[in-house]
């Protein structure tokens, strides 16, 4: 098959959705896994292109949205510790913890840096020998390999002032979790390119076949995710449950093998919480005994830390895609991008900014309305 970058988008784009009007017959729901593939479909309107009978719903792939409210306080007091160095991707800076976030501990003195990668906060530490320099190590199976790479070296150059504040998490058993829930209507999914470049796809037959639901592995452009939708929607229709690989552009089905050895060389598998949905068995990685020295959490002592989420926020309902942001309440009131109660409606992958940033709490935006995305992202 050609990639879609040979065609012309505009036709292909309508001939995608005139296959999916013609295929679709009765009403399915589909879970878009990535944030970054929630944002793409709320910028460019692709679900009230499609028949009203394929409804989208926004599932748990923000990395930024679903760090616990622990990790955010854990990484709130590393931060404020005097010869911190603090380094981290902009995202989470704006990301409220119980009473503040990273840019108040900044702002009250804290030495907290935003860096574009982990390798750019070892070099720090390389630079800053009489500093603890530590990263905060978030993200799905996409970020890993580099933050694994990051402590790999630490200990090859012997820098023993570099730790990372670790709290990454895995797709499939998110994807698990949620087909178990009761209240769960998906009944098939646009598996996240990005992971799967990392990860491969054999890990997704399991699910496909224990839950019976087609998993389409599905990139980021408009082209992308209408070829997912037509896909899903098409094995739906029969009555299929398969994976399919629909962004054979960047993945193959064993994944990026060296990515996969530094991952499994540093990190093992475990428990994780997930913000506003909870504890997930086997759901994230934290580093190996053998890499335990460079594990913030324990070098800064910060393991007891255990906080609550705010009652008003209902992130871990849109996480899971029970509910659309614009049913919170505090959607756009007391809950907007400057004074944010979730890390949905800050992330740059979160479904409410989103929903937000592209108007849809009161239909189409007038022009020259939208809020600049610097403004959802100031830092990143
Ligand atoms: S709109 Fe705000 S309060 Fe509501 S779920 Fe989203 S982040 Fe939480």
Known sequence: MKYIDEFNAPD????LLDEI???????????????????SIIRHGIDQLLPEQVELIHGPGCPVCVTPLDVIDQALEIAARPGVIFCSFGDMLR?????????RVKGEGGDVRVVYSPLDALDLARRNPDRQVVFFAIGFETTAPANAMAVHQARRLGLDNFSLLVSHVRVPPAIDAIMTAPEC???????AGHVCSVMGTAEYPELAEKHRVPLV????????????????VHQLERGEHRVENAYARAVRERGNPAALR???EVFEVTDRNWRGIGRIPASGWRLTDAF?????????DVTGIRTEEPAQCRAGEVL????????CEAFGTTCTPRTPLGATMVSSEGACAAYYLYRRMTGPAPQGSRIPREEMNPVG
């Open 185 to 191: 209507r998906v009944q098939g999914f646009l598996a």
């Open 21 to 39: 009007r013609a295929t679709v017959t009765r009403p399915w729901a589909l879970m878009e896994v990535c944030g970054g593939q929630t944002h």
């Open 12 to 15: 292909l784009a309508h001939r």
């Open 292 to 300: 335990r020295a460079y594990d913030a959490e324990h070098r800064f």
């Open 95 to 103: 990301v409220p913890g119980t009473d503040r976030d990273l840019f």
């Open 320 to 327: 899971q895609g029970l509910i659309k942001p614009t049913e």
């Open 262 to 264: 530094m991952i499994e």
């Open 217 to 232: 592995v599905t990139g980021f452009e408009p082209l992308d995710i209408l070829e997912g939708i037509r896909r899903a």
